[in-house]
């Protein structure tokens, strides 16, 4: 009896935890990963420790898509890592990473963490919590578990079973077990070109399947920013959140609004430079999640006009970033909150301030509401205002005053903005147009433009105006940008 016990003890702890899937299933081979990833494993493994590429490459290598960046889990003391290459450093002050530099290629290095929270660096100045993680120095080339190092304190907890502080290098095991969602828990070793599927990722993705690793309701209350990232990932990937997954997010929404606003800020940019913006922001409208989720967007996605608006910039931000272009995150806050500004301009206007103090104090105000819960960074919010304020300056096409926006230097910006509106049918095509051509015009047909009328504009409507709006106060741009 106890022998057939003992048996079955032993058998059960020889068990393999994970799946080991060769080459031959998964076809990801090394010459795949980036030239700093394969550099990073290599030499970690040289000196002895574990070292696995992890998250989102492993993913997007399995599904085909390019991986924007590397990630590699250790074993290794971030300590340890940055020892092992001359051209690191150590980030992060509540839980320490190693940013490895090869050229213009970042990898991440992260030592295995037991516990549930975000292992982002951004994540522990945002909260700013107490630089407590206390010196971890593994014996090198030791097992797993020599590595785990719980402490006291290490892990706290708010009343909504948000964890606040998680202090704890763990075994690759946990490393996985704290990951969010199976797809992202998968480990590849460019030693044996195996992958390590702890969780069935692989069946997941397979099936196109977003799911949560554990308890659903648990894993979001510990982290609700994991519910953004479930949409993220399913808008990018045109995946399906599994519906256990999904079923208790529309109930802990709320809890977003625990979270750092730093942090939100974060993962909300994330969603929004995906290249799949319009359908992850569509996907939490359709699901009544965009209420406390996306809190910029409650008002916003109610207004029919400001829908329009805000659709067609996410769909073209979509289009910039999948054709590789550059995409301004200002310039989208700046389209993302115009409607308000626009409602909060009249009001101001109706309680009797002048045109453009009125469009300075919504921006104000505006702006206020919103770094409360997003904490849009000022570096932002500088440029943000500038497009904004440059908008009552294109109704103005007469005397020196185009040429002095068209060499304002956001006037790019505040062009496009422009042709936004004009497609969403909030100012006239007329007036888009006429600066499109003006600002390609030689001089001469410059002065030309500017003598005739333009269309729908009458020369006295024109001069009311000009002491009016666009000219009584020229409308001054925020602050310089950085
Ligand atoms: P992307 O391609 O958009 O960067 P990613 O999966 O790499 O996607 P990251 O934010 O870079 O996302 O995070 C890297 C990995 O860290 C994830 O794949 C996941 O395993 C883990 N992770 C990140 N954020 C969390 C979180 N909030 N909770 C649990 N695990 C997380
Ligand atoms: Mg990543």
Known sequence: MIKRLLRRVLRLGARPDHDVIPKAKHGIGRERLSNGARKV???????????????????????????????????ASPEEVHRLFRRSRLIGRR?????????DETVEVSTFRAGNSDTSPDESDAEKKPASAPEHRPRRGTGDHARS????????????????RDNVYGTREQDAARRDFTLNALYYDPSTETVLDFHNGMRDIKHRTV???GDPGARFREDPVRMLR???????????????????????????????????????????????????????????LHHGLLPMLDVILEQPLGK???????????????????????????????????????????SGLKPIPALHRAMDDVLDAQTDKLAIPKRFTAVMKEIWALQPRFEARSGKRPYSLLANERYRAAYDFLLLRAESGEVSEDLSGWWTAFASAEADDQQLMLLAPSPGQSKPRRRRKRSGRSDGGAPQSGPAPE
């Open 308 to 350: 329009k608006f805000v659709n067609l910039a996410l769909e073209q931000t979509d289009e910039r970033v999948r054709v590789g272009k550059p995409v301004s995150p200002a310039f989208l806050f700046a389209t993302l909150l115009w409607h308000e500004v626009l409602a909060g301009w009249k009001s101001a206007e109706k």
């Open 211 to 213: 799911r949560i690793i």
């Open 95 to 103: 839980f320490k990473l190693a940013h490895v530099m090869f050229g």
């Open 230 to 288: 479930a949409a993220r990932f399913a808008a990018k990937l045109d995946f399906t959140i599994e519906a256990r997954t999904r079923e208790p997010i529309s109930k802990l929404a709320d809890l977003i609004s625990n979270v750092p606003p730093a942090r939100v800020f974060d993962e909300m940019l994330k969603l929004l430079l995906s290249g799949h913006a319009a359908s992850a922001v569509r996907q939490l409208r359709d699901d009544g």
């Open 149 to 164: 190092g719980a402490m006291e304190n290490a892990r706290l907890v708010d009343e909504h079973g948000r964890v606040l």
């Open 41 to 75: 494993c290599d030499t970690l493994q040289g000196a002895g420790h574990q070292a696995y590429v992890v998250g989102g490459a492993v993913r997007d290598l399995l599904i085909g898509v390019r991986p924007k960046d590397y990630d590699v889990a250790t074993n």
